[in-house]
C-alpha cells in the first residue's frame, strides 16, 4: 500500500498524541504547530493520574498507545501525592515535559514544525488537500487533524474573559488560534453555560517559587503540595470557582485555601487572584505571576468553538478527511483526556486514509465510555456548559458508578483483553 500522509495542525497534548498514534499506525506524519514550543496549554499544567485519569492512563498503556503517559512519568517530580479532593496524583516538571515530547517525536521520525501557523485550507472534491501557513508553505496531506484547541484567541479573552492577560499561548506574538474545521466548514458549537455566559477561564495561574518564602518552597518540594489557609476577611467565596474550565477545583477548600502545587514553579490552584491580596498572606508578601503574567487580573479563555463530529473523532459534514482531537472534540478537560482522543485521532486518520474501518473504542472502558458519553452530550446544547474530566466533577461520578474508576492495573489489563482490544493501537494498520 501506498504512503499514507497525516497532516496534525497545533502541537498541544491532543496534537502530540495523534502524530505519534498516526506514526505507530505506519503513516508519514508532518505535525504543525503556530507557537515555538509544543504542549500548547500543556506547558502550564502537570497534574495527571489523578483520581479517574489513572484508570485511563493504564486503559491506553493496555491499548498501545501509553507513549505519552510514559513520558509524563519520566518528568514528574512528584508521584502519588493528595491533596483537596485529588488522590494518587503525579505533578510533571513543566520546564522538562515539552523538550522530552518534542524529542520523543523527532525519535519516531515525525516532521515537527515549529513557528508554523495555518492560515488556510484548500478543498477539493469534498476532502481536504492541503493547508497553507502563515510562512507561506502549503503542506498537503491524504487526512488531516485539527488539534488546534479552544483558546488562544484574545478577543475571546476580551469580551468573556477579564481581558488578554499575557499567558503562555502568546497570540500578540504567534498569532492566534485558526482552526481547521472553520476553514473547512465543519458546524463548530461554544460552550454556553446556564447563565448565558459562553466560554470558562482557565483554571490555575503560575506563581515563581523564587517569590515564596523559603517555607513554603521547603513545603512544596518535600511533599509536592502546600496547602496555606486564606484569613477569612481575604475569602472571595466559590463564585470565581464556579467560572472555572475545571469544574473539578471548584470546592470550598479551593476558596477557604492557597492550594500551592510543584510542577517546577508553584501552580496555584485558582484562576486568578488579586497581587495586593495574595500578597496579604504569610509566605506570599513577594509573590509574583509567572504565568500568566497578569495573573492578578484574569486568565486565557477556553471552549469556544468545539466542532461536530462523530465518536471515532471524524468530523461530521461533507469534507470527509477531517478528525479531530482534544479540546476541539468537545467540553473535556485535561491533559489525559487530549492524549486520549488524540491518540484515537490520529490511529484512526490511518485506518481512513487506508480504507479499513475505524475503531470506537467500547463502553466497556472508561476511555471509550468518555469519548461515546461525552461525544453523545456535545450533540445537546444544554449539556456544552458541562466540563468533562476523569478527575472529578460529572464525569468522575459517572465512572464510578459504571464500576470504571479503579487503580488496580491488573483488573485494567484484563479489562482489555477482554475487548479484545490489546495493543491495537501499538500496531500499524498499512
Ligand atoms: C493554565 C492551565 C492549567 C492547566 N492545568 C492542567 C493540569 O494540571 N492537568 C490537566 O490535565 N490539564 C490542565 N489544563 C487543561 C489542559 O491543558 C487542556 O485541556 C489540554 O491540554 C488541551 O490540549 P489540546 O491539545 O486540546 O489544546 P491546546 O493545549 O490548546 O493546544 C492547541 C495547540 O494548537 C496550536 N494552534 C492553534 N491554532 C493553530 C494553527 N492555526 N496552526 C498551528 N497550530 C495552532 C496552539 O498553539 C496550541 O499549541 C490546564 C489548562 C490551562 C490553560
Redesign the pocket.
Known sequence: MSTKRIVV???????VAAAAAACKAGAEVTL????DML????L?????RNNGRFTAAEEMTALGSGDMFDAMDQCARHKNIEFPGHKHSSLYDVYEMEPAVKSRLLDMGIDVRLT???KSAEKSGGRLVSVRTSGGETIEGDVFID??????FPGNCIKYGNGCAMCI?RCHS?SP???ITTLAGVEEWDAVKANGNAGAM???CKLFKESLSKDIVDTLERTGVAVIPIPKELQTGSEKLSAK??QQYATAAFAENIVLLDTGPA?LMTPYYPLEALRQITGCERARYEDPIAGGLG??M?YFRFANCSNTTQAAGETTNIFC????LGAM??????IVT?SLAGHNAVRYAAGIPLLTLPDSLAVGDFVNHVIGEMKRPECRGTKYTFSGSVYFERMKSLGLYTTDIGEIEERVRASGLSGIMGKTVI
Open positions: 495542525v497545533g502541537g498541544g497534548w491532543g496534537g504543525l504547530e503556530r507557537a504542549l500548547g496549554t500543556g502550564v499544567g502537570g497534574i495527571f508554523a501557523s495555518v488539534a488546534t484547541g479552544t483558546s488562544a499561548l504567534f488560534r485558526v482552526s482557565s483554571g490555575s474550565a475545571c501552580k486568565n486565557s477556553r482531537a482534544g479540546e476541539k478537560v485535561g491533559h489525559t483526556e487530549a488524540g
